[in-house]
T-cell receptor, first 114, second 114 residues
Framework: AQSVTQLDSQVPVFEEAPVELRCNYS??????LFWYVQYPNQGLQLLLK??????LVKGINGFEAEFNKSQTSFHLRKPSVHISDTAEYFC????????????FGTGTQLKVEL | DAGITQSPRHKVTETGTPVTLRCHQT?????MYWYRQDPGHGLRLIHY???????DKGEVSDGYSVSRSKTEDFLLTLESATSSQTSVYFC?????????????FGPGTRLTVL
């Protein structure tokens, strides 16, 4: 069975600093990868997705992620964060042949401080 | 925003009582999902549906049942609620032409079982 690991449960960062949220997955078959963001007391919103093609994908709010097949990683990055980026971020994977079912990581709480 | 509503948004109930949560979509998407979100676990799939009257179990289906009699509605039932089912429940939908598509999430239902 596939799994998704987000090693950092919390990431504190100062405003305007760069940030990287790490995501690793385990699967021996092709995967489709997603990052979602959840603001307090809200549902999840899609940030970006990798389905095929370029391994560097750009999403909303200035975020981007790079798919690295050899390292089975899909880290999320932003060059300069804003207070409004404070939220919880979830990495998720769909495994080919497994139906359209998402497996989520446990989430990373990004806290942006002044 | 995708047209997904969940009702109720908040519910407090007692152990042993039946509870039904409703997910309603206006997007005519084929797939619908129920997740629960708990601290330290991310989101975990309870049940999903790939068409009217077509449902299947997710990873945490014990104690839950679902029904889908119309494309737009997906019901989650706790036959006899337990305190371990206190959680935030999210409905999601997905569709599109490809076999794998991003999921869009509803606002969530916070359920407390006393």
């Amino acid at each position: 069975a596939q799994s998704v690991t987000q090693l950092d449960s919390q990431v504190p960062v100062f405003e305007e600093a760069p940030v990287e949220l790490r995501c690793n997955y385990s699967s021996s078959v092709s995967v489709y990868l997603f990052w979602y963001v959840q603001y307090p007391n809200q549902g999840l919103q899609l940030l970006l997705k990798y389905l095929s093609g370029s391994t560097l994908v750009k999403g909303i709010n200035g975020f981007e992620a790079e798919f690295n097949k050899s390292q089975t990683s899909f880290h999320l990055r932003k060059p300069s964060v804003h207070i409004s980026d404070t939220a919880e971020y979830f990495c998720a994977v769909i495994v080919t042949g497994g139906g359209n079912k998402l497996t989520f990581g446990t989430g990373t709480q990004l806290k942006v401080e002044l | 925003d995708a047209g997904i509503t969940q009702s109720p948004r908040h519910k407090v109930t007692e152990t042993g009582t039946p509870v039904t949560l409703r997910c309603h979509q206006t997007e005519n998407h084929r797939y619908m999902y129920w997740y629960r979100q708990d601290p330290g676990h991310g989101l975990r799939l309870i049940h999903y549906s790939y068409g009217v009257k077509d449902t299947d179990k997710g990873e945490v289906s014990d104690g839950y049942s679902v029904s889908r009699s119309k494309t737009e509605d997906f019901l989650l039932t706790l036959e006899s609620a337990t305190s371990s089912q206190t959680s935030v429940y999210f409905c999601a939908i997905s569709g599109g032409r490809g076999p794998y598509n991003e999921q869009f999430f509803g606002p969530g239902t916070r359920l407390t079982v006393l």
